[in-house]
């Protein structure tokens, strides 16, 4: 049975004409359009066979709202919320329930989250912490080793130079470390900038 999207409108259970225009405008795969409607041009529909395609998304529509809240109702179990206590829980509705479910389920994500981010402070700190262990040890090996090895004073003086050119090996690498890490900062900046977004220290 062909009709036009007013009398598609007024079957039982049917959407508003402005509502079903905006479907069948979202919707490529809506069916049952003959012709779409312009200015001065009605739509021409198959009635039956367009108002079974909203009825079938309007029971999908359902069916995920049931899923969804089977989800946050297992969730809840999941957190030690029995499903009786969930029910008699005083001043709180079904809807406001679901809210603080998803609100934990966002915080579990960012608690997860937070757990594989490091804080750069705290390494730089870690790493400088080391960094002056590793010196303080080094200023110190030639006059610890003189104490247990029968050795002679070239001998330390050599070791003692070999110790410094460690330490000052390990600070130009370390040096380099820190220049590549902020190239790599001045580089996420500067796509940050050319994508419009402000940086620190901007005015925009």
């Keep these: 049975m062909r009709g036009t999207l007013a009398e598609l409108a007024s079957i039982d259970g049917m ?14 795969d809506f069916e049952g359009i003959i012709k779409h409607g312009t200015n001065g041009d009605a ?8 108002a079974r395609y909203i009825a079938g998304l309007e029971a999908k529509k359902i069916e995920a709202q049931r899923e969804r809240q089977q989800a946050l109702a ?11 206590a969930q029910q008699r829980e005083p001043g709180f ?26 804080d750069k402070a705290s390494v730089e700190t870690a790493v ?34 070999l110790m410094q050119d460690d ?7 370390m040096r380099e470390l820190a220049n590549l890490g902020l190239e790599h900062d001045d580089a996420d900046n500067d796509g940050a900038r050319s994508a419009g977004a402000p940086v620190e220290g901007s005015t925009a």
């Design 74 to 84: 297992q969730l809840g179990l999941d957190l030690g919320l029995g499903a009786a």
């Design 167 to 173: 330490q000052r090996a390990i600070a130009r690498f």
């Design 93 to 118: 509705t079904i809807a406001d329930r679901q809210a603080l479910l998803e609100e934990e389920v966002v915080a579990m994500k960012l608690a997860k989250l937070r757990e594989t981010l490091i």
């Design 128 to 161: 400088s912490t080391f960094l002056v262990k590793v010196k303080d040890l080094g200023s110190t090996f030639a006059a610890r080793l003189a104490k247990r090895a029968d050795l002679s004073r070239t001998a330390l003086i050599e070791i003692e130079r």
């Design 15 to 28: 959407p508003s004409e402005p509502t079903l225009r905006k479907m069948i405008a979202n919707d490529r």
């Design 43 to 50: 739509y021409e529909i198959e009635l039956d066979v367009a």
